[in-house]
């Protein structure tokens, strides 16, 4: 079981010496208001640990990590913002990347969007092999674009660019719609004129291999 992604917000309030603020400035308010709407909607099912302190009251303990302007967000003890109301995009991709990075991905997922041949070209490939996957539009789910960022980028390399497709199959890292139509061993489809349509070529003797086979070859 992963430990849940600690948020930490150091909001303007408390009390130091003679000095106490007994109303959070708007900016904070606005803040809280902004994650616990992230963690009931962007991060659903994410295990998330919320946890608001006073910033007068303990203005010393996020110095270290150069926090210094209510209201301060930490995400895994990381500033990810302060001194303004929160990005909400900034917060749901950091508490994503911090989930992903625990939590290995399973199954067959296929990462693209509508307007990608090759994304199209992919679930075909999917399909005509009778591989069961999960597929996601990075375009129109952000959730899905933050993880698949990253789950790519520690494998490509932060300099390289990321295009779609993005393939995983059996948990294994696939990569593109030419590598996957290679791990699934599928034929090319070539015009057959004694059946007057388009058939499967035998494809060099290659049978069709089970999604597990492939990744084991994969991986080997």
């Known amino acids: 079981m992963t430990d849940p992604v600690k948020i930490t917000v150091f909001r303007w309030a408390g009390a130091w010496g003679p000095f106490r603020v007994n109303i959070p ?8 208001d902004i994650i616990q709407d992230c963690i009931d909607t962007d991060l659903a099912g994410i295990e998330v640990d919320l946890d608001l302190r006073d910033w007068l009251t303990e203005w010393w303990k996020p110095l270290p990590k150069g926090g210094w302007h209510a209201p301060i967000v930490l995400v895994n003890g990381k500033i990810i913002s302060q ?10 991709q950091t508490v994503i990347e911090a989930a992903t990075s625990e ?7 296929i990462f693209g969007k509508a307007t990608c041949p090759h994304c199209v070209r992919a679930k075909g490939y999917l399909a005509q092999a009778d591989v069961p996957n999960q597929y996601y539009d990075v375009v129109k789910d952000t959730r899905a674009l933050y993880e698949m960022l990253a789950r790519v980028k520690p494998i490509i390399g932060p300099k390289t660019p990321v295009t779609v497709p993005q393939i995983w199959i059996d948990g294994t890292y696939i990569g593109g719609a030419d590598a996957l139509k290679e791990v699934l061993g599928l034929a090319e489809v070539v015009p057959n004129p004694d059946r007057g349509q388009c058939s499967l070529s035998p494809g060099k003797g290659q049978g ?13």
């Open 83 to 92: 001194g303004r109301a929160l990005n909400r995009g900034v917060l749901t």
């Open 103 to 109: 939590t290995p991905i399973e199954g067959n997922h």
């Open 208 to 220: 069709h291999r089970t999604p597990a086979q492939s990744s084991r070859q994969v991986a080997g």
């Open 25 to 32: 400035c708007g900016e904070c308010s606005l803040t809280k």
